[in-house]
């Protein structure tokens, strides 16, 4: 019994503290500055009260218990899905904000001032990211150094393609902004086939 206690402890505290990390990495990512403690308490919380009113409605386990497992789990469901909008928030948002950096660099803006003029008139949640961006170079990160934590950030394929597109461009010394309206262009034909395609797989799933 006491090697079980003990056993069950530990798998508490690690599985609590695998929660807390990720928790905390996915708030991060979403400019959501909330406690992942708060929400496990919260969890855990609203699942009592949900299996207290439960029971005293039905008085079923069969039905008690599986409300509490989805109370439970419920919060972090919510989070997931909240990141997978976010992405396609952001991927939705790529190609105009690309496209605009390029025809302020074709007006007459090097990179690093169109890229800034962009940002602030953008909206979030790309802007947040391009932001952050932003604050690392004016903290004494390389701007290059900036584009790879924006990719490390945000494991989307249409970052890795801008922020490859735009270092390569300034190693080489290519036109940086013929490559992005280039790039701009390929990442809206790329969203409207990806849109086409998960119209039909739902029109398929819903026959």
Known sequence: LLFLSVLVIHLIKTLHQRYHQNSAEALYSMFLFISPSKILISSITIALLIGLVSYWL????????????ISLFAPGIVIRQFLRNRSSQIINQL??????????????????????????????????EFSLVLKEVKLGTSFDQALYNLENRLPIEAIKYMVSGILISREVGGNLADMMMTLSKTMRRINEVEQKVSALTAQGRFQ
């Open 58 to 69: 039905s008085q079923s386990w069969s039905i008690i218990i599986p409300l509490l497992i």
């Open 95 to 128: 190609p105009d904000t690309i496209e605009a950096i390029a025809l302020s660099m074709q007006a007459g803006m090097n990179f690093n001032n169109a890229f800034e003029l962009v940002v602030k008139e953008d909206k979030p949640p790309l802007s947040q």
